[in-house]
């Protein structure tokens, strides 16, 4: 019998590696709904092509060039956020949420209250709303499987062992494009230059929260949230060749690591196996004689200061992650326009979480706080742009 999988993000990048492993298991999984942003053809052109069952677009506006897009295929469809809870609520087996940043939140959420298997590669679902996140997770009976490399070879490596055995878990940074430049050279890079990720091929957001390491920040507290684990067991290795994805370091001092090539469609066929591996087409095979060497660096925070934000956000927990992220937002789209340096993100986001921190030190309740704490946050940032360009 097929497994339904519904799609949150189908046009990205985490979509297409999904939608690329649907396609190669076609009689393994049937395809309940795709979920885009705004690219009407994109989702189009899937929907057909995986014979969905209903299709949606997150931007309203989008309606009308998805309808022309489908036209005649007989696929039900719509746009705005009700659609998108519409294609959430439909049956499947696993909800893969894939929308990357706050604007995932909501659907994701919807997901779990249904008690749905959720492969999660929105992270921001937990560092925005994790306390929240965890309980409803509980409450309605979803399990949370997850997708990022890092947390999904920490679940692997972790296997059947016990958390209250493990000294830390440990995950691996790439070090991004940055990663041996001076502070000098990396204050007067580009937007072009930060997205240039010398590994992983994903959107311009993530790209750029790689090049900062606010990326490795975020999936600090992710994995807070995933594994049960306080900040003092968490940490972060630079390890250029992006073969060894985590690492479980055990009390008797055992260490044990998640290995594989830089692929994306290895952690999405570990959840969409459900507990079967997946044969991946066109994938490579990690050969370590080949490889040679694997190489491992600390983290240089002076240099990355977004990573030490990130580190004391978790610290402090309550809305402090939420404030982080949603600043980082805000910073991360004006440096992409020109608006602020490399170095105003980290500026901005931690005058942000300076001036919240008395206001927000409660966890969000909820999805909707933590989307009101978000959407007042951006407001406020927005307002501080201009200090941010000064930094250097």
């Known amino acids: 019998m097929s497994l339904t999988v519904t799609v949150l993000g189908a046009t990205g990048s985490i979509g297409r590696s999904t939608t690329d492993l649907l396609r190669q298991h076609a009689g393994r999984f049937r395809v309940g709904a795709l979920v885009g942003g705004r690219d009407a053809a994109a989702l189009g052109a899937l929907a057909r092509e995986l014979k969905a069952d209903f299709a949606a677009l997150a931007d309203e506006s989008a309606g009308p060039a998805l309808a022309e897009a489908l036209a005649g295929s007989g696929i039900p469809h719509g746009a705005g956020e009700g659609a998108v809870l519409e294609a959430v609520a439909r049956d499947a087996d696993i909800v893969v949420a894939a929308v990357s940043g706050a604007a995932g939140l909501k659907p994701t959420c919807a997901a779990l209250k249904l008690g749905r298997t959720v492969a999660l590669a929105n992270k921001e679902s937990l560092v925005c709303a994790g306390d929240a996140f965890m309980r409803d997770a509980k409450r309605y009976g979803a399990t949370l499987l997850p997708v990022d490399s890092e947390h999904n070879a920490l679940a692997q490596a972790l296997g059947d062992g016990r958390i209250d055995d493990v000294a830390k878990m440990t995950i691996t940074a790439s070090g991004g494009p940055f990663r041996t430049w001076t502070r000098e050279r990396i204050a007067a890079a580009t937007p072009d230059q930060a997205a240039a990720h010398p590994t992983w091929s994903m959107g311009m957001k993530i790209n750029i929260d790689s090049a900062s390491l606010m990326n490795k920040g975020l999936e600090l507290i992710e994995a807070h949230h995933l594994f049960a684990l306080s900040a003092d067991r968490l940490d972060v ?11 479980v370091y055990w009390r008797d001092g055992a260490v044990t690591a ?9 952690p999405i066929a570990h959840c969409l196996g459900l ?3 997946l044969t991946i087409e066109r994938g490579r095979n990690l050969d370590l004689a080949a490889t040679g060497s694997l190489t491992f660096e600390p983290a240089d925070e002076a240099r990355f200061p977004c990573l030490r934000i990130a580190r004391a956000a978790l610290a402090e927990g309550g809305g402090a992650p939420t404030v982080m992220n949603a600043a980082n937002e805000i910073a991360v789209a004006a440096f992409i326009r020109g608006a602020i ?5 980290a500026e901005l986001v931690e005058r942000a979480c300076t001036h919240f921190a008395a206001e927000y ?9 933590a989307l009101a704490i978000d959407a007042h946050v951006r407001a406020w940032a927005s307002q501080a742009l201009p200090a941010a360009a000064a930094a250097e």
């Open 341 to 345: 340096p490399f170095y105003g993100i």
């Open 361 to 369: 030190r409660a966890a969000p309740a909820d999805v909707e706080a």
């Open 258 to 266: 998640g290995l594989a090539m830089p692929d994306m469609r290895v």
């Open 237 to 247: 290795i630079v390890h250029p060749q992006s073969i060894v994805h985590g690492l």
């Open 275 to 277: 507990g079967d591996r």
